[in-house]
């Protein structure tokens, strides 16, 4: 699938995303003209509770189950939400720790029941428990075990809010489960979206990749290509596992291409050789392999990188020629050097009078800028 047609996928994805957080703030929250008077309520119930709390006791198992209950209502959730924040953005952020503390069965229970909901009302949830950060007041084991269940609905909502939410507890085995058993549903998450949302990946991401490596062959294709991509954006301590996989003619076109990427921003000498032979690829059916060898090629020196570069301004493949200007402009090759290498070569020609124009307009803009801020 060509880079544009990922670009607008991802990027409905994301509209889709932030249409979700719309439809619940208007429709749950602004059309409800009880909800204010829901939070109020909620606020008051809290309140007591923390002043409780102060004075040493405990919450009764009568107060338990009464939240269980109401809690169960997604309005009765979300005003509880709205009235919560309230109290963690004050000074009584301890005491409304420990109140969540003893609410922990509560969003066990809830976990539960919202698993047997609607995908809207139980993506809800785990947008709740993912921007509350229960991590620290809930058993997280046992609300895991059921979020991970969540993956398997059919709602992209749903999975996305949920692996949000594991990622906020920083366990490194649920979140592989998660993605394992979404994966095997068959309900992948789109690469950007894994890639990015493994980044935000509380807990110990050595561990992490560790794991999602031992399980590695068992994912689709599409989730390699994200388990690569983010590893390379975390990590560059897995520099001969991805030669393996640039080297590996059996895998996937995509996969490939990531490691050779991963090479871009950890050079590694066993690399180059393959590197060199991607970037020399005239095959126009290998267009993108040349496209991102000659990218991959501006951290590596020598003669034979310069010399690929340049008969790289020499394809007729638009793409190519543009990474490889970028990498001799970033190896620090003037672009009267560059012109006399390449000789009287149209394409070549044509590309560094468009590199040469993006830079002056780049130019432009910055003292434009710089103008303005005077």
Not at 137 to 155: F, G, T
Not at 335 to 350: L, N, W
Not at 357 to 374: C, D, F, P, Q, R
Request: proline content about 2%; aromatic content about 10%; some cysteine.
């Amino acid at each position: 699938m060509g880079s544009e047609a990922l670009l607008y996928i991802y990027g409905f994805v994301c509209l889709s995303m932030i249409a979700f957080n719309i439809v619940y703030n208007i429709v749950m929250r602004g059309s409800d003209k009880r909800m204010q008077q829901r939070v109020a309520h909620y606020d008051k119930i809290i309140s007591a509770e923390l002043n409780k709390i102060r004075r040493g006791a405990r919450v009764t198992d009568e107060h338990i189950k009464h939240m269980t209950r109401v809690l169960s209502k997604t309005s009765g959730l979300m005003a509880f939400d709205a009235a919560l924040d309230k109290h963690f953005d004050s000074v009584e952020k301890a005491a409304a720790g420990e109140y969540l503390n003893e609410l922990a069965p509560v969003f066990v229970n809830l976990a539960y029941t919202y698993s047997k909901r609607e995908n809207l009302q139980a993506a809800y949830f785990a947008y709740f428990i993912g921007g509350k950060k229960l991590k620290d007041h809930v058993p997280a084991e046992d609300l895991q075990r059921i979020l991970i269940e969540y993956m398997e609905k059919d709602s992209l909502y749903c999975r996305v809010n949920t692996m949000h939410a594991l990622y906020s507890f920083g366990s490194a085995r649920a979140v592989v489960d998660a993605v394992s058993r979404s994966d095997r549903n068959g309900a992948f998450l789109h690469d950007k979206i894994l890639q990015d949302g493994l980044l935000m990946f509380e807990g110990d991401h050595h561990e992490l990749i560790n794991l999602l490596w031992g399980r590695f062959d068992d994912f689709s294709e599409e989730t390699r290509v994200a388990i690569l991509n983010y590893i390379r954006f975390e990590n560059g301590e897995y520099r001969q596992r991805m030669l393996d996989i640039m080297l590996d003619e059996n895998r996937g076109k995509e996969m490939r291409l990531a490691a050779v990427r991963y090479f871009a921003k950890y050079p590694y000498e066993p690399a180059r050789e393959k590197l060199l032979e991607f970037g020399s690829d005239a095959d126009p059916v290998h267009w993108e392999y040349a496209a991102i060898g000659v990218t991959a090629l501006a951290s590596y020196d020598g003669d034979d990188v310069i010399k690929v570069l340049t008969d790289a301004m020499l394809s007729p493949n638009w793409h190519v020629r543009y990474n490889a200007a970028v990498s001799l402009e970033a190896k620090g090759i003037e672009y009267s050097d560059i012109e006399h290498m390449v000789g009287g070569d149209r394409y070549a020609k044509e590309m560094l009078a468009y590199r040469l124009g993006a830079e002056e307009e780049e130019a432009e803009s910055k003292n434009v800028l710089a103008e303005a801020a005077v």
